[in-house]
Nanobody, 118 residues
Framework: VQLVESGGGLVQAGGSLRLSCAASGSYFAINAMGWYRQAPGKQRELVAA???????YIADSVKGRFTISRDNAKNTATLQMNSLKPEDTGVYYCAATHNYELNDFDYWGQGTQVTVSS
């Protein structure tokens, strides 16, 4: 399974970015997709995840600012990030799995850098 991410970049605080992830090459259904981020010097953390059935998770630190959506037909997941803060800076990784768990992923993208300037 290959995951291709797009949409990272540099934005000022208060701005918005949209990250997209497309999964391909899977014989079995991709049932959950998510986004993790890793800030410099910190552990990777789950930001948001969604199953093909619509069950979702949003981390408290981004609740009300980030939303995750899924296109099951295209096997894509999109993370809409609004009201960005400097502490949102990090490398964002797309993840996917065949199961329905929202925090147990088998496949990972290469990561895309998000930098929020103050």
């Amino acid at each position: 399974v290959q995951l291709v991410e797009s949409g990272g970049g540099l934005v000022q605080a208060g701005g918005s970015l949209r990250l997209s992830c497309a999964a391909s090459g899977s014989y079995f259904a991709i049932n959950a997709m998510g986004w993790y981020r890793q800030a410099p010097g910190k552990q990777r953390e789950l930001v948001a995840a969604v199953t093909s059935g619509g069950t979702s998770y949003i981390a408290d630190s981004v609740k009300g600012r980030f939303t995750i959506s899924r296109d099951n037909a295209k096997n894509t997941a999109t993370l809409q990030m609004n009201s960005l803060k400097p502490e949102d800076t990090g490398v964002y990784y797309c993840a996917a799995t065949h199961n329905y768990e929202l925090n147990d992923f088998d496949y990972w993208g290469q990561g895309t850098q998000v930098t929020v300037s103050s």
